[in-house]
Each structure stands twice: as structure tokens, then as C-alpha cells.
């Protein structure tokens, strides 16, 4: 019997406000352990609750861009339960009456067709404290991320597979960083994703029973710990079994699935209105301005860079990924001289290989990247024109990257890197490589033709790498002819 996977995810990010959800402190990350606190935060008896009107605002920025109902009365919750990083002993979150609710996702799928994926609810909520258990014989206590502000999204079962699962999640991550409401830095926990997955007999139209893996804070992870459930999950009902609904964790380490807890021991957590804060009451011109507000997404954008800039998809999916570096694509079209297709394109291979390999390397953000996206357009107008080759380019790129303020005309003048191009000078040069090596050319003559990169090469080398490579080929051509037929006469 073949089986298919049904999958939801229940994301959450942190977002990007400056104070915490129900009180003053910050929310900055890393700060001194237990020094963004207050009374509020820490659960000190009478302590009241003021909501963060930014929270809200960057909620419904969510709900709109993913196409959700934006409630205009919403109610926030108590979540009881007990543990050592929740100091008030529950949860503020919302229950029956989320802020956002009936949503979808577009994702695009790896062969080019797309999928709406649906969204049951985005909700407001707060973040625990964090145990830390690594520093000391005892496990300590860090309360300046409890009351940071979260949102939670939660997806309709409609994820067919891990990898669905998986671009599902990279959406997510693309909207929250192009809407500015939250750094979706995984490692540090701003995005982190609950999968629910069950299996079922291909063709089925009821669902299984579920398991929920907690706590994934990567995508790999997600895509990992879903395949790895799937299957075993599947042979459980192969082998006659039946899936237990349980709370599982991931073992990054040992690649497998563990049991956390089971339904038994689910918690109650007795969710009732929270007494301290009134309803979140939303007039329509709010909405209307926060929509009025949204910035074009990751996927419009890419659309828009296909259609307009004549790209290829994968190109304009790379240089939309990050918002920051879409922008930074554009204002190098906008600096080239002659926005041509292929001068679009050197734009774009040039961040493609060069910029986003530099901000890896350097591990920053293009924010930091020093050379202004007009000196970039340049660099591809001189590869366009020729006046430079593009192993030349490299160096400019290079000398570029050490002296940002210098226009990249002003290096291939001072380097003396302009391409040769004229063919009588570089027709002496490839007399005198193929004079430098008599054993190579007879050996190219025997047979081995494979030995014209080798000559190209030579002459490449001999110009330091200025010679302009499809005269150089023509040229060789033309001449290892010349001399093969003078040698067969
Ligand atoms: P629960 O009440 O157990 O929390 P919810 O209905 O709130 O379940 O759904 C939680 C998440 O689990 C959602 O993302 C939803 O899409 C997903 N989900 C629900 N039922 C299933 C199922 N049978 N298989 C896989 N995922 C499911
Ligand atoms: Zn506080
Ligand atoms: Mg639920």
C-alpha cells in the first residue's frame, strides 16, 4: 500500500519590536542574562499587562500579506501551565478569537508550478524565559526574552511533503523578513517551527493520526525530521501497528524522532479570557493604512524581475530572497548606462558570484557590503563592452572590494587592465607561446587537441590575463590550421 504524508506547521517569530509585549523592557538579543526585566515580565503579583500597539500593527502586517481576515475584536487568553522559564505561571496568548484567521501562503514548488497552502490562524502571544543548561552544574535562567512579543502562525493540513514542508517554511521566512517584523535568524530562535505530520493510504480523504515535532530552529531540520517521521510512522502501519498521538523531539545528532510526551500526558492548560488586558479592537482605516503600507514580497518581486528585466527564474529568485538585496540589484540597473538584457544579466551574475559569495565568506549582511551597486554597474558595462575581460573583472572586483570609494574605470586605468583585443599584437603573442613550446604543438599535431586549452592558456598567462579569450581562440584556430596544412604540404 502507498502511503502520503499530511503535514501543518505551527511557526513562530519574534518580532522586531522594541519593547516586550505587555511591558517597557527591550527586546534587543544578547543582552546581559536578566537585565531586560521588570515586575511585569518576571510575574510580580499586582503587576499589570499594557499591550504593545506595535504588536499589533506588525500582526496585521502578517495577516495581510498572507491573505488572512483581520478580526476587528480579538481577545487575549491566559495559557496556564507550570515550568521554570513561565514566572507568572501562564502564558498571555489568544485562543478562540485570534487577531488573523483564514489565510493563505503561495509557494512555488521545485518544478515551477505553485501551491496555496492555507492558513487556520496568526496569533499574538509571548515568549518564555530561557533555561540556560550548558554554563553550570545548575540550569539557569535568562527571563529577558519572557514577554518578548511572538506571532503564531498556524497552517492548514495541507502540506503533501517534507520539502513542501520545507519551501513552506523558507515562505514564511521571506515574508516576516521583507515585512521588517522579525529578523527570521533561526539560530537565534526568532523563527522556529512545531511540525504536526500523519501519514495515510494514497487516495484517502480522511487523516491520520498525527505527531507533533517540537522545536525545530532550522530548515534543514524541518525537511529532516518530517522525512524521517513519515517513514517511520509509515512502517508502524505496515507492520500492523497503529500511530500513537505524541509529542516528539528531534535528534539533530542521531537523525531520529523521540517521544516527548504522549496524549496522556498532554497538558490541560485551562485557557480562559485574560482578566488584565481589554479586547484589541482594530478599525478598518487601520487596517486600510497598514495595508496601504505593505511593500511589494519576495514572490511579486520575483515575478516583477522575470517579466521586466527578461531574467532567468533562477536568477530572480536568488536576487529576491533577501529584500536587502533586491534593492541593492535594482539600484545597480538603475545606475547602468545602457540597461540592455544582457548588461541586466552581468548585473546579475556579478551579485550572483561575486556579492553573495563575499557576504558569505565575511558572513555579513549586504547592508555591510561596501561597494555602492552604481560602481557594480559599471564593472558590468566594462565586461559588456569588452574593455575588460572577466577573469580581469575579477581583479577590479577584488581591488573594488579594498578601495570601495574608487570608480572601477580609475583601477582598470591605474592597473593597466584593458583587454587586448587588437589581433596583430596578440597574434605576435601566440606565435611566440607556440615558439616556446615545440614538444606541446607536436604532440598537438599527433592527435592530442585537447592541448588547445593548454596553448590558451599559455597566452592568457603571458598577458596576465588580458588577452581577450574568444580573439585568443580564434586566433590559435586560425594559426595550428595555417601550420597543420604547411606541415602536411
Ligand atoms: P491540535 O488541536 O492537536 O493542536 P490543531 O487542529 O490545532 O491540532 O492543528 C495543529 C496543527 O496540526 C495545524 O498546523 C494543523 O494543520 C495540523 N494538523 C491537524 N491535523 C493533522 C493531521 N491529521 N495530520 C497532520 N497535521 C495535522
Ligand atoms: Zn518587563
Ligand atoms: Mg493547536
Redesign the pocket.
Known amino acids: 500500500m502507498e502511503f502520503e504524508p499530511?503535514?501543518?506547521?505551527?511557526i513562530h517569530a519574534q518580532l522586531l519590536t522594541r519593547s516586550k509585549a505587555f511591558c517597557g523592557c527591550s527586546t534587543a538579543f544578547g543582552a546581559p542574562p536578566n537585565t531586560n526585566t521588570c515586575p511585569v515580565c518576571l510575574g510580580h503579583p499586582g503587576a499589570l499587562p499594557v499591550l504593545n500597539k506595535q504588536m499589533v500593527e506588525m500582526t496585521i502586517a502578517m495577516g495581510l500579506a498572507t491573505h488572512c481576515s483581520i478580526r476587528s475584536f480579538s481577545l487575549f487568553a491566559r495559557k496556564n501551565y507550570f515550568y521554570h522559564d513561565l514566572p507568572k505561571g501562564y502564558q498571555i496568548s489568544q485562543y478562540e478569537e485570534p487577531l488573523c484567521y483564514d489565510g493563505w501562503v503561495e509557494i512555488e514548488l521545485e518544478d515551477g508550478s505553485t501551491k496555496k497552502i492555507g492558513l487556520?490562524r496568526i496569533h499574538m502571544e509571548e515568549d518564555t524565559g530561557k533555561s540556560i543548561h550548558d554554563v553550570d552544574i545548575d540550569t539557569l535562567l535568562d527571563f529577558n526574552r519572557a514577554g518578548v512579543p511572538l506571532i503564531e502562525i498556524?497552517?492548514?493540513?495541507?502540506l503533501r511533503s517534507a520539502r513542501e514542508a520545507y519551501l513552506f517554511l523558507k515562505q514564511i521566512h521571506q515574508i516576516v523578513t521583507y515585512l521588517g517584523i522579525c529578523s527570521g535568524n533561526m539560530e537565534e530562535g526568532a523563527l522556529r517551527c512545531d511540525a504536526?505530520?500523519?501519514v495515510r493510504p494514497k487516495g484517502s480523504s480522511s487523516?491520520?493520526?498525527?505527531t507533533?515535532v517540537k522545536n525545530l530552529n532550522s530548515f534543514r531540520h524541518v525537511e529532516k525530521a518530517l522525512e524521517y517521521e513519515i517513514q517511520r510512522q509509515i512502517q508502524v502501519l505496515q507492520s500492523g501497528g497503529i500511530v500513537r498521538q505524541e509529542t516528539m523531539l528531534w535528534d539533530p545528532v542521531r537523525q531520529e524522532t523521540r517521544p516527548m510526551r504522549t496524549k496522556e500526558q498532554a497538558h490541560d492548560y485551562r485557557y480562559f479570557p485574560e482578566p488584565d488586558l481589554v479586547p484589541v479592537v482594530v478599525p478598518e482605516e487601520w487596517i486600510e493604512r497598514i495595508r496601504q503600507s505593505l511593500p511589494e514580497l519576495g514572490l511579486e518581486r520575483k515575478r516583477r524581475f522575470i517579466q521586466q528585466y527578461h531574467l532567468p527564474a533562477y536568477d530572480a529568485g536568488v536576487l529576491t530572497q533577501q529584500r536587502a538585496v533586491a534593492d541593492y540589484f535594482e539600484e545597480a540597473v538603475e545606475a547602468l548606462q545602457q540597461p540592455s538584457p544582457d548588461r541586466i544579466k552581468g548585473v546579475s551574475n556579478l551579485i550572483m558570484t561575486e556579492v553573495l559569495r563575499v557576504l558569505a565568506e565575511k558572513n555579513i549582511e549586504i547592508q555591510d557590503f561596501p561597494v555602492p551597486p552604481a560602481s557594480l554597474a559599471v564593472l558590468a558595462e566594462l565586461l559588456a563592452e569588452g574593455t575588460i575581460s572577466s577573469r580581469i573583472g575579477k581583479t577590479v572586483f577584488e581591488k573594488l572590494l579594498q578601495h570601495p570609494d574608487k570608480h572601477p574605470e580609475q583601477i582598470v586605468e591605474e592597473e593597466g587592465l584593458v583587454q587586448i583585443s587588437d589581433e596583430s599584437a596578440l597574434r605576435q603573442i601566440v606565435e611566440e607561446v607556440l615558439e616556446q613550446h615545440p614538444g606541446e604543438l607536436q604532440r598537438y599535431f599527433g592527435g592530442k587537441k585537447k592541448l588547445f586549452g593548454f596553448f590558451v592558456g599559455q597566452v592568457m598567462k603571458a598577458t596576465k590575463g588580458k588577452a581577450n579569450p574568444k580573439v585568443v581562440n580564434q586566433l590559435l584556430q586560425q594559426i595550428l590550421q595555417e601550420r597543420e596544412a604547411a606541415a602536411q604540404q
Open positions: 499530511v503535514i501543518g506547521l505551527e487556520i498556524v497552517s492548514k493540513p495541507d504536526n505530520v500523519s487523516f491520520g493520526t498525527k507533533e
